[in-house]
């Protein structure tokens, strides 16, 4: 079946732009995940969202990022104002997890690349 | 959230096995062990996870102490394929967010 999706694959960008971020998740997956990856780095947790309870903001590095999630499927990522240091490998994963507890493993999608000039 | 330890890199000769060992002496009664790699240029793939029990599957074994505080992975027959960073992340009832170590890069020499 259809893995997790996203896009563009790569965004460059000019600084103080806005950029959007698209993920779309496998098929009835509750739970749904956004990481950064700077490069040569590990992951960096950002948010993630768990089916109609209020997302987990608490990785986003400044107010600047934002994310929503519609109707419990697609998931945006935008960043507002994008600075140079925000040049990473942006990843998706989405997973079966529900209620409060986080057990199943995560289905990661290919990545965006954004570079900020 | 309990937290996890790697070594930094580990080298291995082809064809031979690997063990990847990896220490998380915070663990909850709860929380799952779980083994991700992730491939030059590609997002992180699931590798194997386990609670108490020893596990197999077609990739990998993962062999979990009895205290449960430290865990290894084993590739039985490395192949070129198999340099990657490994991840060893810890997911349970700590929630959802899941923190991700460095991770251990494996090199694998022909």
């Known amino acids: 079946g259809a893995g997790v999706s996203q896009s563009p694959s790569n965004k460059v960008t000019e600084k103080g732009k806005d950029v959007e971020l698209r993920c779309d998740p496998i098929s009835g997956h509750t739970a749904l995940y956004w990481y950064r990856q700077s490069l040569g780095q590990g992951l960096e947790f950002l948010i993630y969202?768990?089916?109609?309870?209020?997302?987990?903001k608490s990785g986003l590095p400044s107010d600047r990022f934002s994310a929503e999630r519609t109707g419990g499927s697609v998931s945006t990522l935008t960043i507002q104002r994008t600075q140079q240091e925000d040049s990473a490998v942006y990843l998706c994963?989405?997973?079966?997890?529900?209620?409060?507890?986080?057990?199943?493993?995560?289905?990661f999608g290919p990545g965006t690349r954004l570079t900020v000039l | 959230d309990a937290k996890t330890t790697q070594p930094n890199s580990m080298e291995s000769n082809e064809e031979e096995p690997v063990h990847l060992p990896c220490n998380h002496s915070t663990i909850s009664g709860t929380d799952y062990i779980h083994w991700y790699r992730q491939l030059p240029s590609q997002g992180p793939e699931y590798v194997i996870h386990g609670l108490t029990s020893n596990v197999n599957n077609r990739m990998a074994s993962l062999a979990i102490a009895e205290d449960r505080k430290s865990s290894t992975l084993i590739l039985h027959r490395a192949t070129l394929r198999d340099a990657a960073v490994y991840y060893c992340i810890l997911r349970g009832t700590g929630g959802f967010k899941t923190i991700f170590g460095a991770g251990t890069r494996l090199f694998v020499k022909a």
């Open positions: 994963a989405s997973s079966l997890d529900w209620g409060t507890s986080a057990y199943n493993e995560q289905f």
């Open positions: 969202f768990q089916g109609n309870s209020a997302p987990d």
